[in-house]
DNA sequence: TGACAGTTTCCTGTTT
DNA sequence: GAAACAGGAAACTGTC
């Protein structure tokens, strides 16, 4: 978000390595992992590299804090950046149920009023068809056991990880502070 | 093949 | 009484 790129043209699976093994990759290598937002990429790393953490930009990105804790720490360390020959950047679809949610909050196609936002800005929504919402998850992963019960559990989970707030209010939830893409 | 994340399933108890 | 919430526990599934 802080420098205009979609991040889904980036090949994060080039990246499992630790900051240090980062910085010390030439530039060659670099463009070459990370793919058509090299150069660009390149360029950010050697400013942050030379002046810090850029200007007015103290905050965390959250998409790559999530990059680090759920790729790096399977990656011991001195690992050699792995070298696929595929380095095609993909858009992948995720099957993430909070994910599923915000696309669907998100969507322009008519959603029946299964889904709504009480206040975007805060990413607060509102659960209207409980059933139908579970309904359309379940068809999503082809499951058709699938319940609002079901969906629930798995929505009361998010709260520990802070993906979601616990709202005091029937079928109400937003999005915690690490979800992203919803505002 | 094992570790892990993210559910899914089932359950008991509580609240609205 | 029904629907929804809360959370423990274990099983399952796909990915790395």
């Known amino acids: 978000d802080s420098y205009k790129l979609d991040a889904a043209y980036i090949s994060f699976s080039h990246f499992n390595v630790l900051g240090v093994q980062l910085c010390s990759m030439t530039k060659e290598d670099f463009t070459e992992a990370a793919g058509i937002c090299g150069q660009h990429l390149y360029s950010i790393l050697q400013d942050i590299r030379t002046n810090g953490e850029a200007e007015g930009d103290t905050e965390i990105n959250p998409f790559t804090t999530k990059i680090e804790i759920s790729r790096a720490s399977k990656v011991p360390s001195g690992a050699p950046i792995s070298r696929s020959a595929d380095l095609q950047p993909k858009r992948m679809q995720s099957s993430h149920l909070w994910e599923f949610l915000r696309d669907l909050l998100l969507s322009s196609e008519d959603t029946s009023g299964i889904l709504d ?4 800005e805060q990413g607060i929504f509102r659960v209207v068809k409980s059933e139908a919402l579970a309904q359309m998850w379940g068809k999503r ?37 690490n979800s992203y893409g919803w505002h």
């Open 141 to 177: 992963k082809h499951n058709d056991r699938m319940n609002y019960e079901k969906l629930s559990r798995a929505l009361r989970h998010y709260y520990k990880t802070g993906i979601l707030e616990r709202v005091d209010r029937r079928l109400v939830y937003k999005f915690g502070k």
């Open 117 to 120: 936002w009480e206040d975007q």
